[in-house]
């Protein structure tokens, strides 16, 4: 049984690696899940285009303050920007990482923080995201999001429109300010 189980474990990785959430979906019959309706399948779907939204905007938010700070403060920029939080956060986040091997790892210590800590890295260091974001008042768009944000990242729904319009205006006004 061992040599079984150690052959399905081994499975060849192009083939896994060929798969995506499409394929994984389409091939699970989730109708058969319990708890689960067609109206959660369909809350799901409607939730996966806003989570596309906000991974886009969250990642290029990351990315700016990563160019930022490496420009303004040196290659040693996380050293100098992060608070004691932000240090501990990122190192247990990575410790956990390394025990749970399974979990992918991040590729910079910003992918550790939460939303928040992000807003707060950025109005940190006013003066070196001035000539790209301007007034530094531009950011209380994106801590109103973070409780949108939250709410799709722990699977929750968003059923007003009017706050998907919320989440387009604020990737808009971004693309404008920064892009």
């Given at each position: 049984?061992?040599?079984?189980?150690?052959?399905?474990?081994?499975?060849?990785?192009?083939?896994?690696?060929?798969?995506?959430?499409?394929?994984?979906v389409?091939?699970?019959?989730?109708?058969?899940?319990?708890?689960?309706?067609?109206?959660?399948?369909?809350?799901?779907?409607?939730?996966?285009?806003?989570?596309?939204?906000?991974?886009?905007?969250?990642?290029?938010?990351?990315?700016?303050?990563?160019?930022?700070?490496?420009v303004?403060?040196?290659?040693?920029?996380?050293?100098?920007?992060?608070?004691?939080?932000?240090?501990?956060?990122?190192?247990?986040?990575?410790?956990?990482?390394?025990?749970?091997?399974?979990?992918?790892?991040?590729?910079?210590?910003?992918?550790?923080?939460?939303?928040?800590?992000?807003?707060?890295?950025?109005?940190?260091?006013?003066?070196?995201?001035?000539?790209?974001?301007?007034?530094?008042?531009?950011?209380?768009?994106?801590a109103?999001?973070?409780?949108?944000?939250?709410?799709?990242?722990?699977?929750?729904?968003?059923?007003?429109?009017?706050?998907?319009?919320?989440v387009?205006?604020?990737?808009?006004?971004?693309?404008?300010?920064?892009?």
């Amino acid at each position: 049984m061992g040599a079984e189980l150690f052959g399905v474990c081994a499975m060849d990785e192009t083939i896994l690696a060929e798969r995506t959430a499409e394929s994984v979906v389409s091939e699970i019959d989730l109708t058969r899940c319990p708890y689960i309706s067609d109206s959660d399948l369909a809350d799901a779907r409607k939730m996966a285009e806003l989570h596309v939204a906000l991974f886009s905007l969250e990642n290029s938010v990351r990315r700016h303050i990563e160019k930022v700070l490496s420009v303004g403060l040196g290659h040693n920029w996380w050293d100098q920007a992060a608070s004691a939080s932000m240090k501990r956060k990122e190192q247990d986040r990575r410790a956990n990482e390394v025990q749970n091997k399974w979990i992918p790892s991040r590729s910079s210590p910003l992918y550790s923080l939460d939303w928040p800590d992000l807003v707060t890295l950025m109005r940190k260091y006013e003066d070196l995201f001035r000539p790209s974001i301007g007034d530094v008042n531009f950011l209380h768009r994106f801590a109103d999001l973070g409780n949108l944000r939250n709410v799709v990242a722990h699977n929750g729904v968003i059923d007003e429109p009017m706050q998907f319009r919320r989440v387009e205006l604020a990737i808009h006004d971004w693309i404008k300010q920064i892009g």
